[in-house]
């Protein structure tokens, strides 16, 4: 485990919502390099009528996809951002409720957004910057000593 202390002075928040029948992924991730945004805590609530979501599977190294063809409510939607090659990335992951009250969740692959998506985005202190790990090929933060 490693733990770091970070003080920051109140940062930038970014307010995106997503209409009907609009790709969260792709419109969350252009607002992102609209506004160079390149580390931030992400939250969001609402609907989607499709989805994909994946199971990453350590042995591939890659999400397992996981197909959702119905409407569903975003009962939580959590995750950050982080840069690649000099971009920000989206990672996001999101529990999904279905009409019977049942859950289905994990990383957002893709989605069709309906009625609505509230995200905000919570820019961080650039100590928490993440990297991406040689051995999983996923983006970690980095911390202290790294």
């Known amino acids: 485990m490693r733990t770091e202390e970070v003080h920051q002075p109140t940062g930038r928040v970014l307010v995106v919502v997503c209409d009907k029948g609009e790709e969260p992924v792709s419109a969350i991730g252009a607002a992102l390099h609209r506004h160079d945004l390149r580390a931030g805590r992400v939250t969001a609530v609402g609907g989607f009528q ?41 990672h996001v992951h999101a529990v999904l409720g279905r009409a019977d009250g049942s859950t289905v969740g994990g990383h957002l692959l893709s989605a069709r957004v309906w009625p609505t998506l509230e995200v905000i985005v919570t820019e961080v202190a650039p100590e928490l910057a993440k990297q991406v790990d040689p051995e999983t090929g996923l983006a970690l933060i980095a911390g202290p000593g790294r």
Do not use: C, K, N
């Not at 994946?54 to 959702?68: A, N, T």
């Not at 975003?74 to 690649?84: E, I, K, M, P, Q």
């Open 50 to 90: 499709e989805a994909e979501v994946g199971w990453f599977d350590r042995e591939r190294r890659d999400y397992r996809r996981i197909p959702v063809r119905e409407q569903v409510e975003v009962l939580s939607l959590v995750g950050d951002v982080a840069a690649r090659d000099g971009e920000p990335v989206l």
